[in-house]
Antibody, heavy 118, light 113 residues
Framework: EVQLVESGGGLVQPGGSLRLSCAAS????????MHWVRQTPGKGLVWVSR????????TYGDSVKGRFTISRDNAKNTLYLQMNSLRAEDTAVYYC???????????WGQGTLVTVSS | DIVMTQSPDSLAVSLGERATIDCKSS????????????LAWYQQKPGQPPKLLIY???TRESGVPDRFSGSGSGTDFTLTISSLQAEDVAVYFC?????????FGGGTKVEIK
């Protein structure tokens, strides 16, 4: 059974940093591209970032480019999202997702809540 | 960026009746090289993550009931629930995956009348 479990969310002050993790199991992690998608409470879905199988290629949404970094450790079956210079508008539930080629998210984690507030 | 616009924002349908959700993209999602539409539909129930229902505009994900169907091409797409069941109460999102950034529609909330 495919499982994705996010962790690392919490309350952080504006300008602060946070690193999210996503532990994957039930599939060959290194064979799949992976995504981060966020959802503002009560609002819609916004794609954040995507990484290829070996971590050599990454893409980002405009709102996080230059502040967030996606990475992965295939030996640990774990996806990461390093978030720097956080803003109030980054407050959201962050989901990791497995990519179904070309870029459909076929499995989603339960999400982790990030709150940016002073 | 490709803008995805869904309508209506919400709809209430009686049990057993048809529910129809529309999704429009700001440019064509039909890729001429393979004649495929890069459009997916997701279902999100309260307190849960989204679940993939349909991709390539009309291909049902494994395990998804056949009362869910997707149609359309180019810039205009539709998700149809042929006979609404109580467990179908959810928010439905469309998503384009033709180009980066991937973008989602604003969502349509489906309720029981």
């Amino acid at each position: 059974e495919v499982q994705l479990v996010e962790s690392g969310g919490g309350l952080v002050q504006p300008g602060g940093s946070l690193r999210l993790s996503c532990a994957a199991s039930g599939f060959t992690f290194s064979s799949y591209w992976m995504h981060w998608v966020r959802q503002t409470p009560g609002k819609g879905l916004v794609w954040v970032s995507r990484i290829n199988r070996d971590g050599s290629s990454t893409t980002y949404g405009d709102s996080v480019k230059g502040r967030f970094t996606i990475s992965r450790d295939n030996a640990k079956n774990t996806l990461y999202l390093q978030m720097n210079s956080l803003r109030a508008e980054d407050t959201a539930v962050y989901y990791c997702g497995r990519d179904r080629d070309p870029a459909v998210v076929d499995y989603w984690g339960q999400g982790t809540l990030v709150t940016v507030s002073s | 960026d490709i803008v995805m616009t869904q309508s209506p924002d919400s709809l209430a349908v009686s049990l057993g009746e048809r529910a129809t959700i529309d999704c429009k993209s700001s440019r064509s999602l039909l890729y001429s090289s393979n004649n495929k539409n890069y459009l997916a539909w997701y279902q999100q129930k309260p307190g849960q993550p989204p679940k993939l229902l349909i991709y390539w505009a009309s291909t049902r994900e494994s395990g998804v009931p056949d009362r869910f169907s997707g149609s359309g091409s180019g810039t205009d797409f539709t998700l149809t629930i042929s006979s609404l069941q109580a467990e179908d109460v959810a928010v439905y999102f469309c998503q384009q995956y033709l180009s980066n950034p991937l973008t989602f529609g604003g969502g349509t909330k489906v309720e029981i009348k």
